[in-house]
């Protein structure tokens, strides 16, 4: 998909297993070596009772969902996100992505960033993203 494809309101879903892989993974690549994430044990006595994954593995999902879904190539500007309730590990994410503005001209395009459990449909993390998409079409910015 590329810049003349994209549209405000283009939307669109992929679904995605948080694993204990992908959590281990991310704690050698981050460093962060936080217990919540990697002893049993210790989640055990904390508020969610067993182990979360980092929420920052949701935000490589939605960049990972952002490049499939919206053009390979495109270089993410910013994101916000808001951790409104944990992932567990083997949690089943649906991340929703949704096109709210596109300036066609510049390539840019803001979009609704999205991960909701796929058993509960309980919204886990919400927030928006910047792109700038791939290429910009040869019109853009002509004048006739």
Known sequence: ??????YVGYATTAEIQVTDKMVAQFAEMSGDFNPIHLDDAYAKTTRFGQRIAHGMIVGALFSRCLNDSLGKGGIYLGQNMKFVNPVYINDTLIIELKVT???KEKGFATV???AKKKDSGELCVKGDA???VATVPATAGATA
């Open 130 to 132: 910047v792109i700038m």
């Open 112 to 114: 609704e960033t999205i």
């Open 1 to 6: 998909m590329g810049p003349d494809s994209i």
């Open 101 to 103: 503005g596109f300036r």
